[in-house]
């Protein structure tokens, strides 16, 4: 059934929200805030309904195309990029204010240089070999919701030097899945799925399936050098992890502390570039301590604290929350959360909110899982600072930094 829908908003995730003739909320991807369009009616639950963009009749000012993405998940593909950066800005203020949150006014200035297009850094690629006589290999993204593969031989997405390398990485898994012996054909179409790397220092890494010996990747940020673990955890938009990183340090270094504790620190990137841009002025550096679950992260992280110069730096192989009673936080420290999108683990969000540090940044990707945790965060601190940085240019996800200072 087709039916002609207002659209009020694009909310989290990239589809426009309007309203049925006869109340219920629906769901058209591809529908910008603003549209009157027609949509069919694909899917009905209980309490929303999810439907088809079949044509737009009064499109927004802020549409630039009416195509189907490039590439699975650039849901923002057919928008001005303002009009992306407005839409992600009213989730995230929207978020924060239904959890009732006291927030000053939200920071974008940083998204105003921002690339919109060829900025990752890391993509993984599905492949298969499809038809017979003779046979073509089919390598991108799935898309949603038939799990569709879609052929990407070309990456809007990816990085020019990823781009400029994909020939070549195609003509060798096509080879891999059709010459050789029968068990080596079998195990790399088992694994189904390449991955592909990029540093300035490293150039580009690829490999299929996991990484059985991950090489060390290079990477720079605020001027400080880190070694990675090619499949361990860094920004995929290295412009914007500069932009952030060094907006992270700028808080900490505000009232420097004589602690920072980094929970969920990867391999140390954040507290490392933070210790290091405090002001010395002959004192002693700060005490640094960071969590990480990862152990091959962690062992990375020392690695890379011993190399920027803070060899007493100590980081706990750990999931956060099983080391809260160990984690000793002064009234003197500050403490960075970098938490997976899921969000803190239930209990550390309670300890935040009581740990007696003075500062607190919580770097966020999901807006959703950031407003839960204020909630029980702010009932010690104040949200002192908010910026969001848009770190996945074209797609639904952008990284959110909030600063809370200890309630007096």
């Known amino acids: 059934m087709t039916s002609t829908v207002h659209i ?31 949509a069919e009616i694909v899917m009905e639950k ?25 590439v699975p998940g650039m849901v923002y593909s057919n928008v001005s990029f303002k009009g992306e950066l407005a839409a992600k800005e009213a989730q995230l203020v929207e ?16 998204n105003a240089s921002i690339s919109p297009l060829n900025y990752r850094n890391k993509v ?8 017979r006589s003779p046979a073509r290999l089919v390598m991108g993204y799935r ?33 891999l899945l059709t010459n050789g012996a029968p068990s080596v054909r079998s195990s790399v179409e088992a694994e189904g799925r390449v991955t592909v790397r990029w540093s300035r220092l490293s150039g580009v890494q690829w490999w299929i399936g996991d990484a059985k010996n991950p090489v060390v ?79 091959r992260a962690v062992d990375f992280a020392r690695k890379n604290a011993a190399a920027l110069g803070f060899p007493q730096a100590t ?7 099983r080391c809260l009673r160990k984690i000793g936080v002064g009234p003197d420290a500050a403490i960075i959360v970098d938490p997976p999108r899921g969000g803190l683990e239930q209990g550390v969000a309670k300890f935040l909110a009581s740990c007696g540090a003075k500062r607190i940044v919580y770097v966020s990707c999901d807006p959703a899982t950031l407003a839960r945790d204020l909630r029980t965060i702010t009932a010690g ?19 959110t930094v909030v600063e809370l200072k200890k309630r007096k």
């Open 8 to 38: 009020a908003k694009v909310v989290y995730g990239g589809d426009g929200l309007g309203r049925l003739g006869d109340g219920r909320v629906v769901f058209v991807p591809g529908a910008l805030a603003g549209e009157t369009v027609k």
């Open 46 to 70: 209980k309490n929303f309904v999810k439907a088809r963009l079949v044509e737009i009749t009064d499109p927004s000012p802020d549409r630039t195309g009416t195509g189907e993405p490039p």
């Open 95 to 110: 978020m924060l204010e239904r959890a009732r949150i006291a927030i000053p006014a939200v920071r974008s200035d940083a």
């Open 124 to 131: 993984v690629y599905q492949f298969a070999l499809v038809g």
């Open 143 to 175: 898309k949603e919701p038939g799990h569709e593969l879609v052929d990407v031989e070309s990456d809007p997405l990816a990085r020019p030097e990823i781009n400029a390398k994909l020939p070549e990485i195609r003509s060798r898994v096509f080879a």
């Open 217 to 295: 990747m290079k990477e720079t940020v605020c001027g400080k050098t880190f070694e990675v673990p090619s499949d361990g955890f860094w920004q995929v938009n290295p412009e914007v992890g500069e932009m952030l990183a060094s907006h992270v340090a700028s808080i900490v270094a505000k009232d420097p502390p004589r602690e920072i504790l980094d929970m969920y620190c990867g391999v140390g990137v954040l507290g490392l570039v933070s210790a290091a841009k405090l002001p010395r002025d002959g004192a002693q550096p700060p005490k640094i301590a960071g969590v990480e679950s990862g152990r």
């Open 315 to 321: 980081f706990i192989a750990s999931e956060a929350v």
């Open 381 to 399: 601190y104040d949200v002192e600072g908010i910026r969001w940085f848009d770190m996945f240019p074209r797609t639904a996800r952008f990284e």
